[in-house]
């Protein structure tokens, strides 16, 4: 019974290693880059199976030379020998697939990142401020360093296109500057002629403006002028006829509208002096031409 019973707890931890197994390579699927595909084979051999053994090796070994990180992908390669040796060949297929597809991933983001910095180099001889763009590889890097693949992509990719737009407006105002340049360069002598003509007509348009404000001022002063006048007569009425309002009151208000009065007497002349200045003035240019 004893010997049963060993037997019986025996094959459930078997059974217990064999699934956390199972458990981990389902894992380490997961962690693979969302670009990363795998079609098995119709047949499938040991053979086969150890050779890609042999070349996720020798995939891992060149990682390690170009001082990669490669804790992920030994863990890969560990799963991988595990399935090798369960006979589950197209597992070890499909994780060798991995860490190749991972090692040149790996290759095409440090080829990405030298790119990307040669890109900056010359966008900074240019004047171009590249800051934002050097922090995004920075974090880039650091990704890539810790075995975060898409992340180190995706860094790299803002990084890239944060240094295409500031090249883009750079080349947006550098065209403007040269179709300004272009334009004073083609049409400089109508350009310069219409400056001349606009400093000549501006003293006679400013005259003609002042002259026309003058001019509506006397009138808004003559308009204000009998709307007072109608203003003290109608005082008069309630005062004196209606006997609305008091004769003291009719004194303060009509004192108040008499000074007005006084007041638009006194400015309307010597506007009109002004306008006839200018008249005079105008005339005497013109007789001097003819």
């Not at 490669?70 to 991995?98: I, M, P």
């Not at 040149?104 to 001889?125: G, H, M, P, S, W």
């Not at 334009?183 to 350009?191: H, R, T």
Request: glycine share 2%; proline share 2%; net charge positive.
């Amino acid at each position: 019974m004893k010997t049963n019973l060993m037997n019986r707890m025996l094959l459930a931890v078997t059974a217990m290693a064999l699934l956390v197994l199972s458990a981990a390579a389902f894992n380490f699927a997961e962690i693979a880059p969302a670009d990363f595909t795998f079609t098995p084979p119709e047949h499938v051999s040991a053979e086969q199976s150890r050779t890609a053994l042999q070349n996720a090796e020798l995939s891992i070994d060149k990682m390690r030379q170009r001082n990669f990180t490669t804790a992920l992908v030994e863990d890969v390669l560990k799963e991988a020998n595990l399935q090798y040796g369960n006979g589950n060949y197209t597992d070890v297929l499909r994780l060798t697939a991995l860490i190749t597809f991972i090692g040149d991933k790996k290759i095409e983001f440090v080829d990405t990142v030298t790119l990307t910095d040669k890109k900056a180099q010359e966008y900074r001889a240019l004047g171009l401020n590249t800051a934002e763009a050097d922090l995004l590889t920075a974090h880039a890097v650091a990704a890539f360093y810790k075995d975060q693949l898409v992340d180190a992509q995706d860094l790299l990719q803002q990084a890239n296109a944060v240094l295409d737009a500031a090249k883009a407006e750079k080349d947006r105002q550098t065209t403007l500057i040269n179709l300004s340049k272009n334009i004073l360069q083609k049409y400089w002598w109508q350009i310069l002629l219409a400056l001349i003509v606009l400093g000549i007509s501006m003293p006679r348009l400013s005259k003609a403006i002042a002259t026309m404000q003058k001019s509506q001022k006397i009138i808004a002063l003559q308009n204000e002028m009998a709307f007072t006048k109608e203003a003290v007569k109608r005082l008069q009425r309630e005062c004196f006829i209606e006997r609305k309002i008091s004769t003291g009151a009719y004194k303060q208000k009509a004192a108040v509208y008499e000074a007005r009065i006084e007041q638009i007497k006194h400015t309307i002349p010597v506007l009109e002096a002004q306008l006839k200045d200018g008249q005079a003035t105008k005339r005497g240019i013109l007789e001097v031409r003819k």
